[in-house]
């Protein structure tokens, strides 16, 4: 079973930068694809980006609008999303989630595996 952690959350003006973090631990060479999801109060969950293991392929929400980019670390069980211009409306939990299907998918319903997720805030 993997585990997955998220950090890097916090509070950031309009138009600031934050850097998320998702760490994988326990099996995850049978697991493949990093998916970013956030959840505003109310609101759905729904998918930000993702990328694929096998090829490094990434897919993005179309509300990102170039804003996040999703990247792994050097240590292959390490994912980041960069996210620029941050709008208030960005405010949301952020999780990381995982399948041992290898690829993307901006819907909750294809990933088995989830963090706990981190609060990113964005407000004056």
């Known amino acids: 079973q993997v585990q997955l952690v998220e950090s890097g959350g916090g509070l950031v003006q309009p138009g600031g930068s934050l850097r998320l973090s998702c760490v994988a631990s326990g099996f995850t060479m049978d697991y493949f694809p990093i998916a970013w999801f956030r959840q505003a109060p109310g609101q759905e969950r729904e998918g930000v980006a993702c990328?694929?293991?096998?090829?490094?392929?990434?897919e993005y929400a179309h509300f990102v609008g170039g804003r996040f980019t999703i990247s792994r670390g050097n240590a292959k069980n390490t994912v980041f999303l960069q996210m620029n211009s941050l709008k208030p409306e960005d405010t949301a939990v952020y999780y990381c989630?995982?399948?041992?299907?290898?690829?993307?998918?901006?819907?909750?319903?294809?990933?088995?595996?989830w963090g706990q997720g981190t609060q990113v805030t964005v407000s004056s």
């Open positions: 990328i694929r293991r096998s090829d490094g392929l990434t």
């Open positions: 989630a995982t399948d041992r299907r290898d690829r993307c998918s901006m819907d909750p319903a294809d990933f088995s595996s």
